[in-house]
Structures are given as structure tokens and as C-alpha cells.
């Protein structure tokens, strides 16, 4: 989060906010909840990897849509979301690496 963010006025913030980083421009920071760093690294992690291996970027889409599901015990069947989707359409590829 950068300087300047909103974020920095809200209630609590001491409790969630690290170091400033001053080459990145950025706060360091956690979440309350544990789960949701453990959360964010799969997503990271399953996004790098696709990225990698230049998956198809609705196919990633709904993979990530499944983890927060599956942590919260719920199932998703990737492939039928992937094949209900429709048409497939070239899609631009984002990454903050």
C-alpha cells in the first residue's frame, strides 16, 4: 500500500501495518485474519505458475475463483465452469512480477 493511501487513516492500522519500504514506495502489511495471507500466497503461487506456463487465462481465472471456495469448504468444478464460459476470447495478460 503506498503513502498517501486511505487506508492509512482507518481504525486499527497499527495493528496490520509494517515498515515502509522507501525504494518500492510501499507499506508492508498483514492481514488480521492469518488465513487470508495463506490465501493470497496460493493465489500467488497458482498464478505465477500459470503464467509461467502460459496456462489459458479463463482456465486461471476460475482456478483461483476455487481456492477461497475450497477454503471455505465449498467445491467448484474448474472444468465445467471453463466450458460454460463460452467462447473463448484472447484475453490481455496483467502481472505485478
Known amino acids: ?6 487506508l492509512l487513516d482507518a481504525p486499527n492500522t497499527q495493528k496490520w501495518l509494517g515498515k515502509l519500504n522507501p525504494s518500492a514506495y510501499i ?3 498483514t492481514h488480521p485474519d492469518p488465513c487470508m495471507d495463506y490465501l ?3 493465489v500467488l503461487a497458482l498464478v505465477e505458475q500459470a503464467q509461467r506456463v502460459q496456462a489459458n487465462p479463463i482456465e486461471t481465472f476460475f482456478h483461483v475463483k476455487a481456492l477461497p471456495l475450497a477454503a471455505n469448504g465449498q467445491d467448484m468444478c474448474v472444468s465445467c465452469a471453463v466450458k460454460g464460459y ?7 495478460h496483467l502481472t505485478e512480477s
Open 1 to 6: 500500500m503506498p503513502p498517501g493511501s486511505a
Open 27 to 29: 507499506y508492508s502489511w
Open 40 to 42: 493470497q500466497k496460493k
Open 86 to 92: 463460452g467462447v473463448d476470447v484472447v484475453l490481455p
